[in-house]
């Protein structure tokens, strides 16, 4: 149904900024702004975690506390390509960051645990200190 493709992960030292984008491919049937888009985090021996999400039509979005003022979440519908500018990065940012897609949905409930219709491949941050 849609397939994703992340970039814009790297190295970087703490304090320092990133974005990453996610480029989606979806079938004629059914259009980018049908998505809910968010990213998701996996550090080495830890569990993956919901980091942001923004709906749709890109009104609404969903930060958890942990990245709250440091993280933003946009999407341009026009490009099919979500966005998260990372800043204030801290070591425990460090992790591989996927960029998944769930039609007909909020972020508030992506954030609850609603599983994906699809996942990207994955991007390394790596953050120093």
């Known amino acids: 149904q849609v397939q994703l493709l992340e970039s814009g992960g790297g190295m970087v030292q703490a304090g320092g900024s990133l974005r990453l984008s996610c480029t989606a491919s979806t079938r004629p049937a059914r259009t980018f702004s049908a998505y809910t888009m968010a990213w998701f985090r996996q550090a080495p021996g830890k569990n993956r975690e919901f980091v942001a999400a923004v709906s749709g039509l890109g009104g609404s979005t969903y930060h958890p506390d942990s990245v709250q003022g440091r993280f933003t979440i946009s999407r341009d519908n026009a490009k099919n390509t979500m966005y998260m500018q990372m800043n204030s990065l801290k070591p425990e940012d460090t992790a591989v960051y996927y960029c998944?897609?769930?039609?007909?949905?909020?972020?508030?409930?992506?954030?609850?645990?609603?599983?994906?219709?699809?996942w990207g491949q994955g991007t390394q941050v790596t953050v120093s200190s």
């Open positions: 998944a897609a769930k039609a007909f949905t909020t972020p508030q409930a992506l954030y609850g645990g609603t599983l994906p219709d699809a």
